[in-house]
């Protein structure tokens, strides 16, 4: 919704690597968050892009392309507990974070 | 962490009662959120508030009002309820503006 978008579902295998894509409009965009969410907890904070390129931390990283209105989540040496919905948000300035609506990974044996 | 506790976890409502959700945070951050969570629908803004004489509306404020009675509380009302505002419902806060949320552990409300 509100013009930010990420897949409804994916599913990988334990042990893979698995990219999960967010689109969003660019206009008056000024940051990008990553969330990780259990089903039915608190949303909690991943990882943050502003600038261009590349952000790693352990086996997530996160990458963002301002001019394209792209970023991705990836997750490296996927493991069972990874089975969760990530959710991108999009900072718009003052109050405004536009969130997606989530992407359910689900990580198979 | 901003320990962000909201009260009610889980509640049943009647249509038409009036119920408040509360939030209180621990850090003393200037900036708290309520969020409602829906399926298919993502996270969207009810209302935030800046400090205790500041409360601004989100993009789906109708139906609901908010008070901010100290820097580390901020409730949230339902006047009336409605099934339609059966939700999950998130208090969040931020340290600044462009930073990550933290958010409360979430309320389960549902409207029969």
């Known amino acids: 919704g509100q013009n930010i978008d990420q897949p409804t579902e994916m599913t990988a295998t334990e042990g893979a690597i698995v990219q999960i894509n967010c689109t969003y409009q660019?206009?008056?965009?000024?940051?990008l968050f990553w969330y990780q969410q259990h089903a039915g907890e608190a949303p909690t904070f991943l990882s943050y892009?502003?600038?261009?390129g590349l952000e790693e931390k352990g086996r997530f990283s996160s990458f963002l392309s301002r001019s394209k209105g792209y970023s991705y989540l990836l997750l490296k040496e996927l493991q069972m507990k990874d089975s969760d919905s990530y959710l991108c948000?999009?900072?718009?300035?003052?109050?405004?974070?536009?969130f997606g609506t989530g992407t359910r990974l689900k990580v198979l044996a | 962490d901003a320990d962000v506790t909201q009260t009610p976890r889980n509640r049943i409502t009647k249509t038409g009662k009036r119920i408040m959700l509360e939030c209180s945070q621990t850090?003393?951050?200037?900036?708290m959120y309520w969020y409602r969570q829906d399926p298919g629908l993502g996270l969207r803004l009810i209302y935030y508030?800046?400090?205790?004489?500041?409360?601004n509306k989100g993009e789906i404020s109708d139906g609901y009002s908010v008070s901010r009675q100290a820097q580390a509380k901020f409730s949230l009302s339902l006047e009336s309820a409605i099934p339609n505002q059966t939700a999950l419902y998130f208090c969040?806060?931020?340290?600044?503006?462009?930073?990550?949320?933290?958010f409360g552990q979430g309320t389960r409300l549902t409207v029969v």
């Open positions: 508030s800046f400090d205790v004489k500041d409360i």
């Open positions: 948000a999009a900072y718009r300035g003052t109050y405004k974070y536009i």
């Open positions: 850090k003393g951050h200037d900036r």
């Open positions: 660019t206009s008056g965009f000024n940051g």
């Open positions: 892009n502003v600038l261009d």
């Open positions: 969040a806060v931020r340290t600044g503006w462009n930073t990550e949320a933290f």
